[in-house]
């Protein structure tokens, strides 16, 4: 599919020049900064060298008092606490986080995660007869229950408090717990609204040690956890995540946790080297491979794990989960693709819904986003569990997909999610009525535009301008996320350096020239395609970041390449 380049509209192109005579650096560093909303002297300081002290107090948050208080008084009259938390990677790594912490103060300490199948995502009522059956008075529930009104509820009728730790939105009404934490409550003063449900359990923590004034390095110690729900959550990179994000980093690579040690030993990449690129895809799919195929408590033992060799147990269970999960990704993607291949009719609409009886609900999320990739439209996967079909759902840049389901609840059950990824419930007689509305509300509002994938593109730069000391400047540019992305570039009119070849079955070696610059080699993943019309020696354009790549001992500045346009 031929991506559409989008370039980057230069900002505050003064201020750019100040900056680059405050800093010292070349203008198009200054550029990149200002894209970032890094102005001044001062903030390119705290940007370039990301310090601990700059965490916001976590007291700042509406009602961390009252949770910290309720929390305290159970410790005082030795009551039983539960760690409610969600089956994702942000969930386990929250209940992980915060169960390990209260564990060294706390005996009377569980925790609790809902089964994906028997449960759904969520506070559920059988996890709060849980609770009750075996004497717990106070839950705390983390990257879930802000929309939990009628549970909380449920609970307070038992005579069990709830204290909430979410990042999801609110809605009108908030759940009646001793304490609802949020930055994304309207009534919330905290200045940084963006992170991610373990965030919420690690500003418990520091609440708490500031409170008892004991040394902030005991929640220091869980930042890797923090870093790792961060990158795999996909919040942005911003702000207090950047900081977060950066230390956990450091604390994954010289000194992890017991149990992300165990699954960094089974990974292919190299320990003390881990981005959040490497954390994306070596380490959260095994974390939530668990609550995919089996029960997601596998991964919270693994991550509260004392010992590496228990912790090794732990990680061989959850990496067989993770196997056999990729055998289901990949027999369900299979199908969904020929079920679209197959048919001229599907193939013209601007949506996909797809829906086969079988099909594991662990995974149909996964199957969702790699048909988004394929065909680039707003895709549903159905499925059939427990006689009700289950289904979930993934948009494309800048089309509402939560906006969408809702004009389709008459036909459904329950739906949820955010603006690009929804799960959906609905009674099986409605699939066929659903594929038609939802094809017909995505027509009528979708921009023709959306449906071709975008490469955005930061800056129109000569290859002149790379050198080593450029690449090292935008190294420091990491940790790189969700609004802080590797920079791409754009490059026009290069020519062939040495000939193009195809490595795998659709990636495109080759290198590239400009003017007096040196030869570049470069890296096009799935553009094969491209292989003879580079070699017949014609001019075309690139867009591309910068990467170093390490062959046999030997370090060189590589192009990866996005995409070409002749």
């Known amino acids: 599919m031929q991506k559409r380049w989008v370039l980057k509209p230069k900002k505050n192109v003064e201020q750019a020049k100040k900056l680059q005579q405050e800093l010292g650096v070349n203008h198009i560093i200054a550029e990149l900064l200002i894209?970032?909303?890094?102005?001044?002297?001062?903030?390119?300081?705290d940007f370039f060298r990301p310090s601990i002290d700059n965490l916001h107090d976590p007291f700042l948050m509406k009602d961390m008092d009252r949770a910290i208080d309720r929390i305290e008084r159970a410790i005082g009259n030795k009551e039983k606490i539960l760690i409610?938390?969600?089956?994702?990677?942000?969930?386990?790594?929250?209940?992980s986080v915060v169960y390990s912490f209260f564990r060294d103060f706390h005996t009377g300490l569980e925790f609790y995660i809902p089964d994906r199948y028997a449960e759904g995502y969520g506070i559920s009522n059988r996890g709060i007869d849980y609770a009750k059956e075996n004497g717990f008075s106070l839950i705390i529930a983390l990257d879930c229950g802000i929309k939990a009104v009628d549970k909380i509820e449920y609970a307070n009728a038992k005579g069990i408090d709830f204290i909430i730790g979410d990042h999801h939105l609110p809605g009108d009404v908030l759940p009646n717990a001793v304490a609802v934490l949020d930055p994304k409550r309207n009534d919330c003063p905290y200045p940084y609204k963006e992170l991610s449900g373990c965030g919420i359990g690690f500003k418990i923590i520091q609440a708490f040690i500031k409170q008892n004034d004991m040394p902030m390095e005991l929640a220091y110690q869980y930042l890797d956890l923090v870093a790792v729900s961060i990158a795999s959550d996909i919040v942005p990179i911003t702000g207090e995540n950047r900081i977060l994000t950066h230390f956990g980093l450091k604390k994954l690579n010289s000194n992890p946790c017991c149990g992300l040690q165990a699954l960094i030993n089974l990974s292919t990449h190299k320990s003390g080297h881990f981005t959040v690129n490497d954390i994306v895809f070596q380490i959260g799919p095994r974390i939530n491979a668990a609550g995919r195929i089996d029960h997601a408590k596998d991964a919270v033992k693994l991550l509260i794990a004392k010992t590496l060799a228990e912790a090794a147990v732990f990680s061989a269970s959850v990496d067989d989960q993770n196997n056999t999960r990729k055998g289901y990704d990949l027999k369900i993607t299979e199908e969904a693709l020929a079920l679209l291949d197959n048919n001229a009719h599907l193939q013209t609409r601007k949506t996909t819904v797809l829906y086969k009886e079988d099909w594991h609900k662990g995974v149909i999320g996964i199957v969702a986003s790699r048909l988004t990739e394929r065909y680039y439209r707003p895709t549903i996967i159905l499925t059939n569990t427990n006689g009700h079909i289950a289904g979930s759902a993934r948009s494309v840049l800048g089309f509402d997909l939560y906006e969408a389901l809702s004009e389709c609840s008459d036909l459904l059950d329950q739906y949820g999610g955010h603006k690009y990824a929804a799960g959906l419930t609905m009674p099986t007689d409605n699939i066929g009525l659903f594929q038609q509305r939802f094809e017909e509300v995505v027509s009528k509002s979708i921009k023709p535009e959306m449906l071709q994938q975008e490469v955005s593109i930061e800056k129109e730069i000569r290859l002149a301008e790379i050198?080593?000391?450029?690449?090292?400047?935008?190294?420091?540019?990491?940790?790189?996320?969700?609004?802080?992305?590797?920079?791409?570039?754009?490059?026009?009119?290069?020519?062939?350096?040495?000939?193009?070849?195809?490595?795998?079955?659709?990636?495109?070696?080759?290198?590239?020239?400009?003017?007096?610059?040196?030869?570049?080699?470069?890296?096009?993943?799935?553009?094969?395609?491209?292989?003879?019309?580079?070699?017949?020696?014609k001019a075309f354009d690139i867009c591309f970041s910068i990467e170093e790549n390490s062959w046999r001992g030997k370090k060189n500045l590589q192009l990866n390449v996005k995409a070409i346009r002749f």
């Open 35 to 45: 894209n970032r909303e890094v102005e001044t002297f001062d903030q390119a300081k």
């Open 84 to 95: 409610y938390g969600d089956y994702d990677v942000d969930g386990t790594t929250a209940v």
């Open 467 to 537: 050198d080593s000391k450029f690449y090292r400047i935008l190294q420091q540019f990491q940790p790189f996320g969700p609004q802080n992305e590797a920079p791409t570039f754009i490059s026009k009119g290069v020519t062939m350096g040495y000939n193009a070849y195809i490595v795998g079955s659709t990636h495109l070696k080759f290198s590239v020239k400009q003017e007096d610059s040196t030869i570049f080699e470069c890296i096009g993943f799935g553009l094969g395609e491209y292989a003879d019309l580079i070699n017949s020696g």
